[in-house]
């Protein structure tokens, strides 16, 4: 990771300072007693049991739909859920991350006998590899490249823009507002979750917190340096959705308008 | 206990039966009431264009006038929020009058929040058997925090059937100066306020400032929608006026 | 001739009236206005009432903002070392023409022919878009309200939603303009025309431009919140990510985020949280195989720290620009947003504009598009005294003699004349014999200079002869009649509660 810049900060924050009638920043952080929630918000603390039955609530009312299970029929009941879902929105391909628990489910194998193609978030191999050496090819492939950025990117970004849902395992998943915490990684891209029409989410009951300070704080816990931090940290709460045509809501409108979360106990 | 009126130059002026109802009140109550004449305005007016100097040397005829009074009370939200809001900011670079303002602060009251935190009194003996409703103004709701005392006054008087002001926190358009300076704005929302006055069928509306009601009364009136506008005082003397001839 | 006009109409001073005549004459922006904001504003309230202890949380935001905005410079210091450390870059501009310059640098280093924006009211208030024009960039908005705008050519009528002036009849012709085909004016036609169109422009962008709601100082991160998700988009799909961010956005640690986080959704509209709330940062990482492979931070004072200092307008700078002081304000509700003539409209506008363009004698008119209600200050989740604000602005007009003359000598008589009791009599008794040629049947009907602005809609009442203090003689002797103090109530039987 090649070092970033840093422009005209000298006279900027001199400026500041000045104002704020002091000669430079202070050398050491400055005393933050108002730091965070106010405690009566950190005592919140439901059982499990609780937690579920807050995120569906909260998941529910913004049209997103649940499904609770036990974690051994979780492969069988999960696979059955997204199939079904799958055929009854026409789904053709479904993206998914390259998550051990999503492995572990054995979704693939459910949609590949479906018919459902399944695009993991893995490098693929460049398309056109037959024609890559032929002249045409080359120069078909660079006027397209000339005349579209998208024809230049790669072909899994290009593959997971064409399927119709996506597949994630978030790391958290905050009870009180019915959201799912997502990092991104080399293995979890960012657009499994975004191009797609419908997002399906799994996770485990305890990876439920009752709010989103909790997710946080075990997020940043321990990291000393920015480049710990996941370079996106997605909180998603249920489908996309716009009041600007005339105050009417419109569910889905970029990001995924339909969404599903099993939640395994 | 002796109470001075701080009448406000706008009762003074423009709605004497208002202080009137204001005394006579006070009085039943067990207050000797006095009425400081030197006392002439808050300042508000000039405050509230900006015009900061001249307002503090009205501001310092107020305090003078009142020094040696025990209480002070006023049957404005907006003038009284004025005085408790603005008088520290006023006089912040002068310590001897901040402090002279401060004292002032500490004794002054609007109306309804004298008669009902300082005196207790929730329930006058008032009979007004009238559909009435509220309007309350926004210095007195917000810079006074008087959201409850009307509310409860109007609540003991007997026969009154009380209909909640659609919108009722929205800003009648009076604003002082306002109503003159950004006139369409204040008609547009005068004109909104009667409305929603007009929407409830009430016969009274009521309210704690005459800066707001002779706004939305002057309003009615150019609408030709007849409606009485009573300041609270003396909806509720003319409701023990009658709750004495009844025999209530 | 009517060049003038027009120019006239766009100085924020000078053309308030007639924008406010337009605003008032036209009856679907009010319509619209009134029932956007209500529902807002309703939106809130529930929000407020279900998460509870309101005031509580307002203490807590507005302790957090107050930090920051007093330890800026630390805290800029900190969150662009940090944003370095992840190889974004960051450009501190103390000029909206520096910010321009800078971008449009960025833009010609990438060759870009296409910029997706999302939602950046920094990006209006520097005018980046006209210039992106000039070079010949093509930048569109993908905000769906905001794209709607940039297709019809106008500006933004509130801070949240847009596009509320507009049905959608006139969405479907402007869409039809735009396309060549034609749209029947229902919500989901338009918005899946919108949902396609836009997410062309989002595969082919050579950069996203996008604001920043709140950066985190300790881990170098921007927050971006959308609920349609052309957020994400603009920062996830090309390969260069620019954010343009006031210096002031920023929050110390992802505890604080947390809570202004929380603030923000339910002040703005009544939700929990937003839909997507991104935490970028830094560019994509080694192995990832999506993001943006640049970040540049853009970030601008222009005007912002002027305030720095100011005991009675650093506040301002707390504003998390939720827009909740937009939703309950009397007069933005009648007038819509381009009343103001400014980027940034309602009461958080009416102070902002005149103190970040550091113009008090056009800009500075705007203090008076109030009638000081405070419904703005209680509304506020960071409890900005944009009332209080409003009256120094006018203070400040005053000190800098840039009110009119006859106002100055006004008010220079009213203190001689309220100043003093006697002085006062006089006036209150020549007001009597004053209104007399104006009365008709109890009421001035039609007023004269000032006063005409009042019977423009309103009657005057009369004076009555006789002001409340020529009456206290008689009053007293009345209640002397009566007896003592409080016989009266005793005999009543009225109650002490």
């Given amino acids: 990771m090649s070092q970033g810049t840093i422009r005209g900060r000298e006279a900027f924050i001199a400026n500041l300072s000045s104002r704020l009638g002091r000669q430079g920043p202070p050398a050491e952080a400055p005393r933050h007693p108002y730091r965070g929630v106010p405690d009566f918000y950190k005592e919140i603390e439901r059982t499990t049991e609780e937690k579920i039955e807050w995120f569906v609530n909260s998941w529910e009312a913004l049209t997103g739909k649940t499904l609770i299970v036990d974690e051994a029929e979780a492969p069988a009941r999960v696979a059955e859920w997204l199939v079904e879902i799958a055929k009854e929105l026409g789904v053709k391909n479904v993206s998914r991350w390259e998550h051990e628990g999503l492995k572990a489910l054995g979704l693939d194998a459910a949609l590949q006998a479906a018919g459902i193609g399944v695009v993991p978030w893995v490098p693929v191999e460049e398309e056109g590899g037959a024609n890559a050496g032929s002249a045409a090819g080359e120069a078909a492939a660079s006027q397209e490249a000339d005349s579209s950025n998208w024809a230049k990117r790669s072909e899994l970004l290009k593959r997971t823009e064409r399927c119709e849902l996506g597949i994630v395992w978030p790391d958290y998943a905050v009870a009180s507002t019915g959201t799912l915490v997502l990092q991104c990684s080399p293995q979890r891209g960012r657009s499994v979750s975004l191009l797609t029409s419908i997002l399906f989410a799994v996770f485990r009951a305890d990876q439920l917190v009752n709010r989103m300070g909790e997710a946080f704080a075990a997020i940043t816990a321990g990291k000393r340096h920015p480049l710990d931090y996941a370079s996106s940290l997605n909180l998603i709460t249920g489908p996309s959705r716009s009041a600007d045509i005339e105050n009417d809501l419109t569910i889905g409108i970029h990001g995924p308008g339909k969404v599903y979360a099993v939640i395994i106990k | ?248 | 001739m009517s060049g003038q006009a027009i120019d006239e109409k766009q100085l924020i001073g000078t053309g308030l009236k007639k924008r406010t005549e337009e605003a008032l004459a036209n009856d679907f922006l009010r319509k619209a206005v009134a029932f956007t904001t209500d529902k807002l504003r309703t939106g809130k309230r529930q929000a407020m009432d279900d998460f509870g202890h309101w005031e509580e949380w307002r203490e807590r935001a507005r302790a957090i903002r107050k930090h920051v905005v007093e330890n800026l410079d630390y805290y800029l210091t900190q969150f662009s070392d940090n944003v370095a450390k992840t190889g974004g870059h960051v450009y501190f501009c103390q000029s909206g023409e520096e910010a321009v310059r800078t971008f449009l640098d960025i833009a010609e280093k990438r060759r870009a022919k296409l910029v997706a924006k999302g939602k950046s009211m920094v990006s209006e208030e520097i005018h980046l878009n006209h210039r992106l024009e000039e070079k010949g960039i093509e930048a569109i908005e993908t905000d769906l309200g905001e794209y709607i705008l940039q297709l019809a050519k106008e500006t933004p009528s509130h801070l949240i939603i847009p596009a509320i002036h507009k049905n959608k009849q006139q969405i479907a012709d402007i869409f039809s303009a735009e396309s060549g085909e034609s749209f029947a004016p229902e919500t989901k036609v338009l918005a899946g025309y919108a949902r396609q169109r836009l997410r062309n422009y989002f595969l082919e962008a050579d950069i996203g431009l996008t604001g920043c709601n709140f950066a985190v100082a300790e881990s170098g991160s921007i927050t971006l919140v959308s609920n349609e998700g052309n957020g994400r988009m603009v920062s996830t799909l090309p390969k260069c990510h620019v954010v343009v961010m006031g210096m002031e956005r920023l929050v110390p640690s992802y505890d604080d985020l947390e809570v202004v986080l929380n603030m923000l959704a339910r002040s703005a509209t009544g939700q929990k949280l937003t839909t997507y709330t991104s935490m970028i940062t830094g560019p994509r990482r080694e192995g990832e195989l999506d993001g943006p492979e640049e970040l540049h931070v853009i970030v601008l004072d222009n005007g912002r720290s002027a305030q720095l200092g100011d005991p009675v307008f650093q506040e301002v700078l707390h504003c998390i620009r939720c827009a909740a002081c937009l939703n309950v304000c009397p007069v933005y509700r009648h007038v819509g947003g381009h009343t103001y003539g400014s980027v940034y409209s309602g009461p958080i506008g009416a102070v902002l504009t005149p103190l970040l363009q550091q113009d008090m004698k056009e800009a500075g008119q705007l203090a008076y598009a109030s009638s000081l209600c405070g419904a703005c200050y209680e509304a506020c989740p960071v409890k900005i005294p944009l009332h209080d604000m409003l009256v120094q602005l006018r203070a400040r007009k005053v000190k800098l003699g840039l009110t009119p003359l006859a106002e100055r000598v006004a008010f220079k008589t009213y203190q001689t004349a309220f100043g003093n009791v006697t002085l006062y009599r006089m006036a209150a008794k020549s007001v009597y014999y004053l209104q007399k040629p104006l009365i008709r049947k109890g009421y001035i009907k039609q007023g004269i200079g000032p006063l005409a602005g009042w019977t423009q809609s309103r009657f005057l009442p009369m004076k009555p002869k006789k002001s409340f203090r020529e009456r206290w003689e008689e009053l007293q002797r009345e209640l002397k009649a009566q007896g003592r103090p409080g016989s009266g109530a005793s005999a009543q039987g009225g109650d002490r509660a």
């Fill in chain 2, 1 to 248: 206990m002796r109470v001075s009126l701080f009448v406000t130059c706008l009762a003074d002026m423009m709605y004497p039966d208002v202080a009137e109802s204001v005394v006579r009140l006070l009085h039943r109550y067990g207050c000797e009431v006095d009425f400081p004449e030197l006392q002439t305005c808050c300042g508000q007016p000039a405050f509230n264009s900006g015009y900061q100097d001249e307002a503090r040397e009205v501001a310092r005829n107020l305090i003078r006038a009142f020094e040696h009074s025990d209480y002070v009370v006023s049957p404005s939200g907006s003038c009284t929020g004025m005085v408790h809001h603005y008088y520290p900011q006023l006089f912040a670079n002068e310590p001897e009058w901040k402090a002279k303002a401060e004292a002032f602060i500490e004794k002054t009251y609007e109306f309804t929040q004298f008669l009902v935190r300082v005196l207790g009194v929730e329930d006058v003996g008032a009979y007004f058997p009238e559909k009435v409703t509220y309007h309350p103004s926004c210095h007195a709701s917000r810079l006074l925090g008087i959201k409850e005392e009307p509310q409860v006054l109007l609540s003991n008087v007997k026969g009154l059937e009380f209909v909640d002001l659609p919108h009722k926190e929205d800003c009648c358009g009076f604003g002082g100066t306002f109503a003159v300076k950004m006139a369409d704005m204040s008609e547009a929302m005068v004109c909104e306020k009667v409305a929603n006055v007009c929407a409830t069928n009430a016969s009274v509306l009521v309210g704690t400032d005459m800066g707001c009601l002779m706004n939305i009364d002057g309003r009615l009136n150019k609408e030709n929608k007849p409606m009485r506008v009573m300041h609270i005082a003396q909806l509720l003397e003319e409701g023990v006026k009658r709750g004495e001839r009844t025999g209530d």
